[in-house]
């Protein structure tokens, strides 16, 4: 069975049902990899009031190094899932895996930890 990916807005998943899908394919072999549910208006704009409720809440009011401890703890998981992102991005994207395991997956780590080594 094909996986449908759904929308995630204010902290669940969205159903699918009615939800427009459209195909995401391997840029390898064009294989289909999942069904995407499109965001509806309706869900987009959900999305930015939960956004602007967030930073008007709990998110907004943590003091920077709080938030930069929760940033640092996303760099800790992508390390943790360092092979998982690697396959995500490969299937995502088409790029080799030397590409994603030397250039794509680090840099994304570096984006949320502000130290500059691997």
Not at 35 to 55: G, N, T, Y
Request: charged share 25%; aromatic share 6%; hydrophobic share 45%.
């Amino acid at each position: 069975m094909t996986r449908i990916v759904t929308n995630f807005i204010d902290g669940s998943f969205r159903s699918a049902e009615g939800a427009r899908l459209f195909d995401k394919r391997s840029p390898v072999d064009g294989k289909l990899i999942a069904r995407i549910a499109e965001a509806s208006q309706a869900e987009v704009d959900q999305a930015v009031r939960a956004a602007r409720v967030a930073l008007s809440g709990e998110w907004g009011r943590l003091s920077v190094d709080q938030r930069s401890a929760m940033l640092h703890a996303v760099a800790d998981e992508i390390i943790r899932r360092f092979d998982d992102f690697v396959a995500a991005e490969m299937a995502d994207t088409g790029q080799p895996h030397h590409v994603m395991t030397h250039a794509f997956i680090p840099a994304a780590r570096r984006t949320s930890r502000s130290s500059p080594t691997w």
